[in-house]
């Protein structure tokens, strides 16, 4: 069962205000996503703009919101999104304006208990979701909690766009805002906030009100310019789930005659018809949970007519979408249907009839399914390895057919988006192609990075999907780690002196695995055993691998059995090998750091005293140098850990690599998510972390630093690669040399006759002279 990983928050210092020299603001960095070809998480709702043709949206859970390329690719909306904005990246509704295809609106916010900290915003645009404003509410939204696909509720009167109304989470009801989404109150008339909660006992992501489902107006109830008076509300609740108000929200009733004891998902009307659709299910969780009907209501007769029934075979039915062009048509997604794989339904004539876009055949080979499709995942070739026999998907919570064109449809899986271009061909017992289509999306919360000194530049490790070795940055693999195989990979690294060996570790059998050419083909760690997930490391040989697992910290030699290091406290570990000394390792719990010259049999604690250390940072070039990331700033010791001093202004710090220099006898280029005088953001030095130049900006935030993951490039100067919680990995590169001073490499040529290279040393290190000719980092 695929899911799309929740990691812990952790937020760095807000920002104040940006300070003068030491920082260098004015480089500029080009970044771009490492590409993978599809989105690798969960697309939550897809719209498109009933006025113009081509305008779509579609949001995730985790990586914010997308438009719609006019060649099927996606572009991302959201990625200012930094330290202060993260939660933005949880989109929980979208709503577009039926007359005004300029107008985007999103409810923002990622979770509803602790781990966000923030509350959450109805954000709106303008021109496309170029730039947005915001009005701030009182409470949390949740775009990453359970119930995220149900919806979209938000949405605005087609009849008077400044007209919106929200239906909230944990019980906080129904608002309205009259001046496009500037501003906002609740909507006292309206009490039925939701009872449903997946699971009260759970802190995390069931634990809430689901509240409000989808917001549904009847453009045919009122006049252009003047507020509908028919709109209907879904509210997840069992007892009633679909109210109505005939009176433009002054009043609100559920409506009589409903079908009780399921949850309403999704409800689309048909002003042709003059009928609210509703797909219902049982059961808000993500991944689980599943029985379900479909219903309709029809207006004028006031009744309920049930036109779909999947008679207790346990899936539901979520996402729901009419044709506006063919009065009648609809499709409808099942939710949870696991085995043999996701169905979607349609209809031409109101629900009365439907056909299925594969059948059961048990006469053929496994799985037992007749198609009507040709499968397409040539944007991304990979997807088999993770969906298994799947090809229609899973979690598919929302569908849309382009209100333009009757052929083109598009919905969202847990790991893409699928859709057609030839979608009535199904109508006249055509096969069409069904293809992934969610290029651009980049939707991977992202775990670990290694950048090897040779053969492919990146390797990387996600959660859900597995992890890639990227021998194109710019170009989808073909195909994702195998044998094994797990979901959620959870670290990557290769040895500093043999790096064609690389390993592993990841949720699942074997959690362990080693690659002797840098990734291509794998086996399962000869002593992994029943453990799985934690972080692996290699010595600089590739000979012994270092696990902090399990709330210790094991060590395997030549793939010999794990032995727990017998003299530090269990706990969790951050660790670094020195990636030319081999068996020089570090080791950090807490505020302590620790360091092994024996391999691992034993460490000693070198320093408490400076902070709590999230990362450390060895220069790939030179044995012995190490940098550490902690809650003071930065610190470095050029003896392994045996002195160690802070450097430079930052007085936070998050992550700390190093990679090539800048200049041939320059010190190693050093990459720091940091707070320096007050500004938090991504930085470089080049003369050993004195001065630093700022290297992301306005827009290009990476989220929270505290779920970034760090590799430098040891092969191109400037490189940076930044994996992220939810929007993938970017790479990034200067523009220009670097503007900032640079530093000499140590016991290299600081000075002399005719020397223009660097003059200064970096930390640890005083330029000598030895003769007119020739001084040197001593
Ligand atoms: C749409 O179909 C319904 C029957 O489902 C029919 O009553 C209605 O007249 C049709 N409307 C239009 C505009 O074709
Ligand atoms: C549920 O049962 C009805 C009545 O037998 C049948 O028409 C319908 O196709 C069934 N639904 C599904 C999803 O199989
Ligand atoms: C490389 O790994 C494969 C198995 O993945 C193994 O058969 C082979 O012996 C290894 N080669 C070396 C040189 O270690
Ligand atoms: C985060 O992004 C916002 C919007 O782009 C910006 O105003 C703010 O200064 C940024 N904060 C930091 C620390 O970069
Ligand atoms: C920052 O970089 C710019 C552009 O290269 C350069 O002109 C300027 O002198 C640098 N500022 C500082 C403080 O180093």
Same mark, same amino acid.
């Given at each position: ?161 400044? &007209?919106?109304?929200?239906? !909230?989470? $944990? ?5 309205? /805002?009259? *001046?496009? @989404?500037? #501003? =906002? ?45 028919? &709109?209907?509300?879904?509210? !997840?609740? $069992? ?5 109505? /108000?005939? *009176?433009? @929200?002054? #009043? =609100? ?338 505020s302590n750091f620790y360091v092994s010259t024996n391999a691992g049999t034993t460490y000693t604690k070198k320093t408490s005293s400076i902070g709590y250390i999230r990362e450390i940072g060895v220069n790939p ?158």
């Amino acid at each position: 069962m695929k899911k799309t990983a929740a990691v812990g928050i952790v937020l760095a210092a807000l920002s104040g205000v940006r300070a003068a020299a030491p920082v260098n603001y004015t480089q500029h960095y080009t970044w771009k996503n490492v590409r993978t070809g599809a989105s690798g998480g969960f697309v939550t709702g897809i719209v498109f703009s009933p006025k113009q043709k081509g305008v779509a949206y579609a949001r995730t859970d985790i990586g914010g919101l997308y438009r719609l390329n006019s060649d099927d690719s996606w572009a991302p909306l959201q990625d200012y999104v930094n330290n202060t904005l993260w939660n933005e990246h949880g989109v929980d509704a979208v709503a577009l304006d039926p007359n005004d295809a300029s107008r985007v609106y999103i409810a923002a916010g990622i979770y509803t208990n602790s781990w966000d900290p923030y509350n959450g915003k109805i954000m709106s645009s303008t021109d496309y979701g170029k730039t947005w404003s915001r009005a701030n509410f009182p409470f949390k939204f949740g775009g990453n909690m359970a119930g995220r696909q149900m919806g979209e509720r938000l949405a605005v009167d087609p009849n008077k766009g400044s &007209i919106l109304y929200f239906g !909230a989470r $944990s019980g906080n009801g129904l608002w309205k /805002s009259s *001046d496009y @989404g500037k #501003t =906002w109150a609740k909507v006292t008339s309206y009490t039925a906030v939701g009872t449903h909660i997946v699971d009260p006992g759970d802190s995390g992501q069931n634990g809430d009100i689901i509240g409000l489902t989808f917001i549904a107006f009847d453009s045919t109830s009122s006049a252009a310019g003047t507020a509908s008076k028919r &709109i209907f509300v879904g509210t !997840a609740d $069992s007892s009633a789930t679909v109210y109505m /108000s005939e *009176d433009s @929200g002054a #009043t =609100w009733s559920a409506i009589s005659g409903q079908p009780t004891g399921f949850l309403s998902h999704t409800g689309k009307y048909s002003p042709t018809e003059k009928a609210l659709y509703v797909s219902y299910v049982d059961n808000a969780n993500t991944y689980g949970g599943g029985d379900g009907y479909v219903y309709k209501y029809y207006v004028e007769s006031k009744t309920w007519v049930k036109i779909l029934d999947d008679n207790g075979t346990g899936f539901g039915f979520g996402g729901l979408t009419l044709d506006p062009q063919k009065n009648g048509t609809v499709m409808v997604t099942t939710y949870h249907q696991w085995w043999p794989d996701g169905n979607i339904y349609r209809s031409l004539d109101g629900g009365a009839t439907w056909t299925t876009i594969w059948d059961f055949d048990w006469s053929g080979v496994q799985p037992p399914v007749k198609r009507r499709y040709d499968w397409d995942i040539s944007q991304a070739t990979w997807l088999p390895e993770i969906t298994g026999d799947k090809t229609t998907g899973w979690m598919m919570g929302s569908i849309a057919i382009n209100p333009f064109d009757s052929d083109h449809f598009l919905y969202g899986t847990g790991a893409t988006i699928f859709g057609s271009h030839k979608l009535t061909n199904w109508d006249k017992n055509e096969k069409f192609t069904l293809s992934s289509l969610s290029y651009g999306m980049e939707e991977t919360a992202v775990l670990g990075l290694t950048s090897p000194p040779q053969g492919p530049h990146l390797l990387s490790v996600v959660g859900d999907v597995g992890g890639w070795r990227h021998d194109n940055l710019d170009v989808a693999p073909s195909k994702a780690f195998l044998t094994p195989s797990w979901g959620t990979t959870r670290s990557i690294d290769h040895a500093g002196s043999r790096p064609n060996i690389v390993v592993r570790s990841g949720d699942g059998e074997g959690g362990l695995a080693l690659s002797n050419d840098t990734g291509a083909t794998w086996h399962i760690h000869a002593s992994a055993g029943s453990w799985n997930g934690g972080r692996a490391q290699l010595s600089s040989n590739g000979d012994f691998v270092v696990w902090a697992v399990n709330n210790g910290l094991y060590v395997s030699a030549n793939e010999y059995p794990f032995e727990k290091v017998p003299n530090i406290p269990s706990g969790s570990y951050t660790t670094a090998n020195d990636r030319n000394h081999n068996g020089l390792f570090y080791a950090a719990e807490n505020s302590n750091f620790y360091v092994s010259t024996n391999a691992g049999t034993t460490y000693t604690k070198k320093t408490s005293s400076i902070g709590y250390i999230r990362e450390i940072g060895v220069n790939p070039f030179r044995a012995g140098d190490v940098w550490i990331a902690t809650d003071t700033g930065i610190w470095h010791s050029i003896d392994s850990g045996n002195t160690i001093s802070r450097v430079g202004p930052a007085t936070d710090a998050y992550h700390v690599q190093l990679g090539k220099s800048a200049t041939s006898n320059g010190y190693p280029a050093i990459f720091a998510a940091a707070t320096i005088q007050g500004w938090a953001g991504h930085y470089r030095s080049d003369d050993g972390g004195y001065t630093w130049t700022l290297i992301s900006d306005d827009s290009n935030g990476f989220g929270t630093p505290g779920n970034n993951i760090y590799a430098a490039d040891p092969r191109t100067y400037g490189r940076i690669y930044i994996g992220t919680n939810g929007r993938g990995t970017f790479y990034g590169d200067a523009s220009a040399t670097s503007p900032v001073p640079t530093a000499a490499d140590a016991y290299g040529q600081c000075g002399g006759q005719g020397f223009n290279g660097p003059k200064a040393c970096p930390h640890g290190y005083t330029c000598k002279v030895s003769n007119a000719y020739y001084s040197q980092c001593l």
